[in-house]
Nanobody, 121 residues
Framework: QVQLVESGGGLVQTGGSLRLSCVAS????????MNWYRQAPGKERELVAGATSGGRLNYADSVKGRFTISRGDSKNTAYLQMNSLKPEDTAVYYC???????????????WGQGTQVTVSS
């Protein structure tokens, strides 16, 4: 089993910053990418930022220049530094990882339980 655990969410005022963390644990052979998604009430889940094991990064247009995704040295961790937060960033943020458990199984997505980020105006 693979588990993803997020932390770092909370309440912050407009213009403030938060740093989210995600740690992957369990039977892991390789993690190909770690990503952050978010889902606001009444909206679909959307990709916020992604980081591949090869170092390629991508961001949603709405967060470019404000959010930074990074991977830890262990490669089993991912961070999302969120600056200049806006009320429209309010959502539950989910960590996602594309994981290969062993070479006999297909790689698949795993999800964390989510962490609430609320930006007050």
């Amino acid at each position: 089993q693979v588990q993803l655990v997020e932390s770092g969410g909370g309440l912050v005022q407009t213009g403030g910053s938060l740093r989210l963390s995600c740690v992957a644990s369990g039977r892991i052979f390789n993690i190909y990418s770690m990503n952050w998604y978010r889902q606001a009430p009444g909206k679909e889940r959307e990709l916020v930022a992604g980081a591949t094991s090869g170092g390629r990064l991508n961001y949603a247009d709405s967060v470019k220049g404000r959010f930074t995704i990074s991977r830890g040295d262990s490669k089993n961790t991912a961070y999302l530094q969120m600056n200049s937060l806006k009320p429209e960033d309010t959502a539950v943020y989910y960590c996602n990882a594309d994981v290969l458990v062993n070479i006999e199984m297909a790689r698949r997505d795993y999800w964390g339980q989510g962490t609430q980020v609320t930006v007050s105006s």
